[in-house]
């Protein structure tokens, strides 16, 4: 998953539309145990306030004292912070890692085709971008595919984009960050049952957005599921309006075909990097020849988990939700290939 919080960058355009002077620190390279991957990020303004991390707040204080510099400047810098730097000790970076950071001025445009805007605008709509920026000069670009950039930077880009990580790159004029920002992962739900109540906290918990989906309004409540988004339709209603993406796990727990089945075979047509049905082997087995008959090819079928879930002897509720929980987490993380 990327490190990037969009939340900051939108903070930061409101921010700037007020009229505060602004800095942002990026992670851009880390080695041995530094707590922030590339690509976290660190708001700052004029004042001191701040919002976001680079280290877990071991060089925070530090970082934001120099930002003050950054904004009265308007000229970026790079800091290096590590276990031998007196600073870093002094500030708590005593993990036994390092990490270099860029701080770099923002300003307001006034303008809402500026390259942050235009990010934002990318994010909302679920496409992946990256942002890339000149460390030496602080130009900031935008690329949503290997074909944006030059072909010496086209192969780390796609590497880039691939591995869901944002990492720093020679470049012919000058050192590069590629930040990558990627849609949140999303978790639909189908079926607003007993496991999906213990279910949809755990996901809630790693960051994807999820949506129950459950024409059945006497389970699909508020009561039942908070202030999740509920929607109360067939999922052959429903998933064409939600729409289906590689960033994407939909999940049946009905037991009901005909909410189940529509579901299934929507997912199995799309690029859903997860797809996972409740059930024994059984009732998967009858569930096959009904995908089957309605006409989905069987190497689609083979991409379905089922039985759902990692073999942890789950028992009730609670382990059976942490059971899919993980391998929808294992399959994300290039760790789950189906045996």
């Known amino acids: 998953m990327s490190a990037p919080d969009p939340f900051l960058l939108a903070t930061a355009i409101d921010w700037l539309a007020e009229g505060r002077h602004v800095a942002l620190a990026t992670v851009i390279q880390t080695w041995g145990s530094a707590p922030q ?150 978790l639909i739900v189908v079926g607003a049952v007993h496991i999906a109540q213990q279910l949809v906290p755990m996901a809630r918990a790693l960051g994807h957005d999820v949506v129950v989906l459950d024409p059945r309004s006497a389970f699909a409540t508020e009561q039942r599921f908070g202030e999740t988004q509920i929607v109360r339709e067939w999922p052959d209603e429903a998933l064409p309006k939600i729409g289906l993406d590689a960033r994407t796990a939909l999940i049946a727990l009905t037991h009901d075909p005909r909410i189940d089945d529509p579901a299934l075979i929507a997912a199995l047509a799309s690029n859903a990097f997860y797809v996972g049905a409740l059930g024994s082997r059984k009732t998967h087995a009858a569930r096959v020849e009904r995908l089957l008959q309605a006409g989905v090819p069987a190497a689609d079928i083979e991409r379905i988990h089922a039985p759902i879930g990692l073999d942890i002897g789950a028992q009730g509720a609670a382990e059976i939700a942490l059971s899919i929980v993980a391998e929808i987490t294992a399959v994300q993380r290039g760790k789950g290939a189906r045996s």
């Open 37 to 186: 991957a590339p690509g976290s990020q660190l708001l700052i303004d004029a004042e001191g306030n701040f919002l976001g991390s680079v280290s877990g707040g071991c060089v925070e204080a530090e970082i934001v004292a120099q930002a003050a510099d950054v904004i009265a400047t308007a000229t970026p810098k790079q800091l290096e912070f590590g276990v031998e730097d007196h600073t870093a000790w002094k500030v708590g970076l005593a993990c036994g890692g390092s990490i270099r950071v860029f701080v770099e001025p923002l300003e307001a445009t006034g303008s809402t085709d500026g390259v942050l805007h235009r990010l934002m605008r990318d994010v909302e709509s679920r496409r992946s971008v990256a942002l890339i920026t000149n460390l030496a000069t602080g130009a900031r670009s935008l690329a949503h595919s290997p074909g944006d950039v030059g072909h010496d930077l086209a192969p780390v880009l796609d590497e880039a984009f691939r591995r869901d990580k944002s990492m720093p790159v020679a470049g012919g004029e000058g050192e590069l960050f590629i930040n990558v920002f990627s849609p949140t992962p999303r």
